[in-house]
């Protein structure tokens, strides 16, 4: 008998992240004993009058929205930051620091129709919503240090709202996870004179171990320190820094291969499957 310690606990190295994981396969083993019940798919309409979302309707700040026939962009009624408020007192109490932050939260609606999603759009609606995401990148880069662009899919995900649409929160500082990630990869690039995810990506080709599809431009994988069930990485084969930095091919690959692994999320649980989606630039 031969042992293969992967087949056993063992911790993982998240370079991205400069953790650990702890993989434990052989729980995989234990009998399933619970119930599982297919979701009930929600019948929702194209057009919902009361929905704060569609064209044409009337949000609660008393907003009317445009009868906008692609995608849609607009301040966050509810935001989590301000561009303008009070700046906190300063201590000198380790204990009890305090800092400054400010921002804007934006809301972009996909598609007018609400009974799509992401995975059941053409590929040219998908690569509008590309390229408007790279235009909300260089619009508000230019004034604050951070913009993240991300999608929360289904209410089990904490959506409270079917119509396809991600937020934009855009920051003046630098949150915790981007800020770890800017200093390992700033830390490897100096230290093996080759961007991170270049490496990584290239092994993970020669291994075909966690490659899920593999297109012109682009991989989509399970990263080998993946914490979370059905967690995936997509990455490009060559260096881009950010989604506005991408070329028109490489455009136009992202919005193919964004439909066909999100479709097939959805056709491995046989329903529009709820996900967390974010896009870290390097």
């Known amino acids: 008998m031969s042992f293969d310690p992967q087949d056993h606990q063992h911790l993982r190295y998240n370079p991205l992240r400069d953790d650990w994981v ?7 083993k234990r009998p399933w004993a619970g119930h599982v019940e297919k979701p009930e798919e929600a019948d929702i309409p194209r057009h919902d009058s009361k929905n704060p979302l569609c064209p044409g309707n009337t949000r609660p700040n008393g907003k009317v929205n445009p009868d906008y026939d692609s995608t849609f962009l607009f301040t966050n009624d ?9 700046v906190p007192e300063s201590s000198d109490d380790p204990l009890f620091r305090c800092s400054d932050a400010k921002g804007t939260c934006q809301v972009m609606c996909f598609h007018p129709w609400s009974d799509i999603t992401l995975p059941r759009m053409s590929i040219p609606e998908i690569r509008v919503v590309v390229d408007k995401w790279a235009d909300i990148n260089v ?17 089990i995900m904490g959506c409270s709202n079917p119509h396809p649409h991600c937020q934009v929160w855009a920051s003046s500082f630098l949150p915790n996870e981007p800020a770890t990630k ?25 291994k075909k171990e966690r490659v899920i599809i593999e297109s012109e431009h682009w991989v ?15 990455v490009p084969k060559s260096h881009v820094l950010r989604l506005q930095d991408l070329t028109e091919s490489q455009r136009n690959d992202l919005a193919d291969i964004m439909k066909r692994l999100l479709t097939k999320y959805d056709n491995l649980f046989e329903v529009s499957f709820p996900y967390s989606m974010g896009w870290h630039g390097e």
């Open 139 to 155: 619009d508000l880069g230019q004034k604050y240090s951070w913009v993240q662009i991300f999608e929360n899919r289904g209410a």
């Open 220 to 234: 989509w994988l399970v990263p080998y320190w993946a914490m979370w069930p059905y967690e995936t990485m997509l």
């Open 22 to 28: 702890l993989v434990c396969p052989h729980r995989m």
């Open 182 to 206: 800017d200093r390992t990869q700033l830390d490897y690039i100096s230290k093996y004179k080759s961007p991170m995810l270049i490496d990584y990506v290239k092994r993970e080709l020669q």
């Open 78 to 86: 509810f935001p989590a930051l301000l561009e303008e408020g009070p």
